[in-house]
């Protein structure tokens, strides 16, 4: 086990609504980066929060956004869902934003209908 | 643009018989190139890694070899067990503006039969 925990472990939503993923880092690490997992795919960048700060961001539209919490802990926000948006979302933290080294959590499956 | 790909989409070998998953990676900036388990219901595990001015290293029944050239990664798996049973993904880790990211291929899936 990797130290990182995410909830909830699944969760279904309708097309249109918001939805509040959480991710709690590796005692110790300052970065959390998300990912969001497609079925049958590899894992994508979303973004990675450093020091409670956006700090890079792949190719996902802004109503993909986040949060970072002072004691690290991490909320991936998704605004007016699409179906398209069914995925494991996967969170992974580093010592800093420096360190290549992430380690996963289990993931949140986001089901939206 | 940027990839990571692989070979083979599934690999079947039996219980005991070494498994070679391939990877092709297009970026040429990559520090570190990662390989990852990923069980069924799991986040990714880090199996083993190299640094781009390697060619090999070596883990607990794992091999990682890395080939600059033809831009060019494996993993191979010493007397495979049911255990390592799993999808397996490698990613390279690009180091820019400040912060890492990891490029995931899209996986192999290993099947061990007894």
């Known amino acids: 086990e990797t130290g990182v925990t995410q909830s909830p472990t699944h969760l279904i939503k309708t097309r249109g609504q918001q939805v509040t993923l959480r991710c709690s880092s590796q005692?110790?690490?300052?970065?959390v980066s998300w990912y969001q997992q497609a079925l049958g795919q590899g894992p994508q960048f979303i973004f990675q929060?450093?020091?409670?700060?956006?700090?890079g961001r792949g190719n996902f539209p802004p109503r993909f956004s986040g949060l970072q919490f002072p004691n690290y802990s991490s909320e991936l926000n998704v605004n007016a869902l699409e179906l398209d948006d069914s995925a494991l979302y996967l969170c992974?933290?580093?010592?800093?934003?420096?360190?290549?080294?992430?380690?996963f959590g289990p993931g949140t499956r986001l089901t939206v209908t | 643009g940027e990839s990571v790909g692989l070979h083979l989409p599934t690999l079947s070998v039996q219980e005991g018989d070494n498994s070679i998953i391939n990877c092709a990676y297009s970026?040429?900036?990559?520090?570190?190139f990662i390989w990852y388990k990923q069980e069924s219901g799991k986040g990714p595990q880090f199996i083993i890694d190299?640094?781009?001015?390697?060619d090999k290293r070596q883990g607990q029944r794992v091999t990682v070899l890395l080939n600059k050239t033809v831009k060019h990664l494996s993993l191979q798996i010493a007397a495979t067990q049911p255990g390592d049973s799993a999808v397996y993904f490698c990613?390279?880790?690009?180091?820019?503006?400040?912060?890492?990211?990891?490029?995931f291929g899209a996986g192999t899936r290993l099947a061990v039969h007894p």
């Open positions: 992974a933290s580093s010592a800093d934003r420096g360190n290549y080294e992430q380690y």
């Open positions: 005692s110790g690490h300052n970065t």
């Open positions: 929060y450093y020091r409670e700060e956006e700090n």
């Open positions: 970026n040429s900036a990559s520090d570190y």
């Open positions: 190299i640094r781009s001015n390697m």
């Open positions: 990613a390279e880790n690009i180091l820019s503006g400040g912060y890492n990211k990891l490029i």
